[in-house]
Each structure stands twice: as C-alpha cells, then as structure tokens.
C-alpha cells in the first residue's frame, strides 16, 4: 500500500517531483497524447469547435516542436535566419544566470572602474583583479561576448558601451551586489511560486512587504535597503521630474520616500519648494540626518508613520508616490490611495511613477523580473496604468491621466487629481 501524500501533496506535489500520479501511486498518462478527447460520458459531451487562431497555433507548434522541421528550417535559406535567432534566444534563456553572475564578478573585482582611465592588457589586468592571467583572460573574454568591454586589435581590453554605462550609474552596480539575494530565492522557483520553503531572503531584506505591524520596524532593520532606495532612485528622479516639473506646487510630500533621494533632486530642481517625507519612523529618522547634513532642513522635514494605522500628514498639494505602488498587494493599494486622497485638499496632485506592466519592449522586465522579485519580496505586482487608473478612480481621484517619461522601461507616470467638486463614487 502506498502511504497517503503528505498535506499540499497529492497529485500536485506529485508532479513537482517529476512524475504525474493517480491517487493510488500509478503513473496518469498524459491526455494530450495517449488518449482521445473526452467522451459524454467522461464529461465531453458535443466537442466545441476551436477558433481557427487556436488551430492555427496548435498547428503551428507542433510543427515547430518536430525535430525533422527543425532541422528543415535551420537549413532552408528562408528560414535560416529565424532558426538561428530563436536557437540563440533559446539558448540565452538557458545561460542568462552564467550571464548575469560574469556581469557580477566584474562589479565585485571592480573592473570596470579599472578600465576607466583606458585600455589596459591582461597582465595588468591580472594583476589589479588578484586574478591568474589565464582566468582573468576567462572573465575578460566572457565579458566582451557581453559587450561590457572591447577587445582592441593589439590585445589590450577597454570599456565597451554597457560597461561605460555603468561608471556613470554607480546605483545599478549596488543593485547588481543586491541581486545575490533574489538569486537565492529563485534556487527552487517551484517552490517559491507553491510558497514554500519559509520566509525568503528578500521577504526579510524589505520588512515593511505584508508587515502590519511596520512602525515597530528597528533602525538596523532598515539601513540596508533605505541605502539601495537612495542609490537606485538617482536613477529615475530626473526623469520624473523631467516629465512633470514641481514649479507648478508649494508642498510635496513623497509618501515612502526613504532617505530623500527624490525630494533633493526635487528640491535641486525647483528652489522655492518645500517638501515633507513621510515613511517609517526608523526611515523618517535616517532621511532628518540626510536633510540636516546638506543643509535643507528650512525646506524639508521627514515624519514617521504608517498609512496602515493612521492617516497620511494634511497640507501637501502634492503627493508622490514613487516606487511603492508596485510593492504592495491590491487592498493594500486601495488604503494608500484613500489615504493620499484624504491628505490632499481639493486641486491636490497625486503622482504615482514606477515600472508598470503593459510597456512595449519591457514586458521581460515589468513581468519576468519584477513578477518574481515581488514574489520573492512577499508582496506586489507590476499594474498597467488602466489598473492603476481603476484604483486611483475608486479612491476618488479624477483627471487621471499618464506623461511620458524619458525612459518608461524604469518608470512610467501618471498623475491625478482630487476635485471635491465632482461627487466620488
């Protein structure tokens, strides 16, 4: 006799290790090959005609899954160039980690930062890294297939674009550090999707993700990643307020704003504003230190909080909401957006700026990476602006509109309005 699955287990669990089985331990087989379709009596009952998109597709994949047209279609010159793409993307799916880690190892040997001044050749090289000559030339050569270096004609190695990029942008060089912890947490994606394997890495990294009782955060809970925030949103703020120029406002107040990244470039940009951040009291405190050692303090002032438990500071005319949609579940939305409406008086503006799903050309970032990473982090999801719109209309606000920011891969705009002229629904 077999012994009975375990709880979650069943066939479900089953599968997870490889093999389909029925309830008394013998193999299913599988329906799609090995039986007909469903009789009346099964429950088929009249068989309902497919589109003929779905025969079109079915028809197509099968093709395209049978090795002899494979083989076909890598050798026939009209469909060589397709074939040979899709074995390369192919492929690069497979190798993306050993991709990703040689980006790691020259962000962790600082090479890129060695080869600023110019092009140096593999001795040197070698010797900077504490690197074997003939490793380093591994990790040199794995990095211009890359085209985070170049390799010049007389053998010597220097910047190519990427990694030129990353000099002028040290806060993806922090995310990149940041990333060893994501990996950890995708070692068993199966079992993050099921929900085991206990709290994650990430989960613990961003302790205010799904945390009702987030006030009592500590101070050392937090320095980390209020650190990567201030780094990372460098990137971003410039083009947010490329897009949407704060002249226009008295008051701004950036809701989860960490240490004050957005508000100083706000502050930089429109020199008769004040500002207010409110975040975490242990965040609150760290960004009241930042404001006071560059001497804006008469313009800017951090609150602790939480909009859980009590409501959002009144006065702003404008509130920002930058990156923190996207780290939240849906109810939990729904109470930040009627809190912000509440704080905002009638006129007030609403930013919400992050990367949102739906984004033509990112859709590997907004719902490949940042799907698993939010996972990872406990809460959150990536919305297209009509979600966002929807939530925002619920909350009261009107006028709800997007304006195209520089780069929408990184983030995406849309601003709203709360007019008490109009009754909410």
């Known amino acids: 006799m077999n012994p009975p699955p375990s709880a979650g287990e069943g066939a479900c669990g089953a599968r997870g290790r490889g093999g389909d ?77 050993v991709y990703s880690q040689t980006l790691f190892a020259c962000i962790r040997l600082d090479l890129f930062a060695i080869l600023a001044p110019g092009p140096l050749g593999l001795e040197a090289l070698a010797e900077r890294t504490c690197l074997r000559p003939e490793r380093a030339l591994r990790l040199l050569d794995a990095a211009a297939s890359l085209e985070l270096l170049r390799r010049l004609p007389d053998g010597r190695f220097a910047l190519a674009d990427l990694g030129a990029a990353l000099i002028g ?23 993050l999707l099921r929900g085991e394997g206990g709290t994650s890495r990430l989960a613990a990294y961003w302790p205010y993700a799904g945390a009702a009782g987030d006030t009592a955060i500590p101070a050392e809970a937090v320095a980390d990643y209020s650190a990567l925030m201030a780094a990372s949103q460098s990137l971003i703020a410039e083009d947010i307020l490329d897009a949407y120029p704060m002249h226009r406002h008295r008051l701004l107040m950036d809701v989860g704003g960490g240490e004050g990244a957005f508000l100083r ?149 849309l601003v709203s309005r709360r007019i008490d002229t109009l009754q909410r629904k």
């Not at 009596?41 to 597709?57: D, K, S, T, V, Y």
């Not at 942008?169 to 079992?191: F, G, K, Q």
């Not at 001497?295 to 800017?300: I, N, T």
């Not at 920002?320 to 939990?332: F, Y």
């Open 21 to 97: 089985l029925s309830g008394d331990g013998a193999p299913l087989s599988r329906p799609s090959l090995t039986r007909g379709p469903p009789s009346p009596a099964e429950g088929g009952g009249r068989q309902r005609a497919l589109p003929w998109q779905e025969r079109w597709l079915g028809f197509r994949n099968r093709t395209i899954a049978n090795p002899a047209f494979q083989r076909w279609a890598a050798a026939f010159p009209l469909t060589r160039g397709i074939a040979r793409r899709n074995t390369r993307a192919l492929f690069d799916l497979c190798a993306g980690f």
């Open 169 to 191: 942008n040290p806060s993806i060089a922090a995310m990149i550090e940041h990333h060893a912890l994501l990996y950890e947490d995708l070692r068993d994606p199966v079992a």
């Open 265 to 413: 470039a706000a502050m930089r940009a429109t020199p008769g504003l004040a500002v207010r951040l409110f975040d975490l009291p242990a965040v609150a405190a760290r960004a009241t230190e930042r404001f006071a050692a560059e001497g804006l303090s008469h313009r800017a002032e951090a609150r602790g909080g939480s909009f859980r438990t009590a409501p959002l500071p009144t006065g702003a005319d404008a509130i920002s909401l930058v990156r923190v949609v996207h780290d939240h579940d849906d109810d939990t939305v729904r109470l930040l957006l009627r809190a912000a409406y509440d704080a905002l008086g009638d006129g007030g503006t609403l930013l919400i700026a992050e990367p949102m799903a739906g984004t033509a050309g990112a859709e590997p970032v907004t719902d490949a990476y940042f799907g698993f990473y939010l996972l990872a982090m406990g809460s959150g999801r990536c919305r297209r602006p009509a979600e966002l719109t929807a939530l925002l209309q619920e909350a009261g606000f009107r006028e709800c509109r997007e304006i195209p920011t520089r780069r929408p891969l990184l983030t995406r705009l």
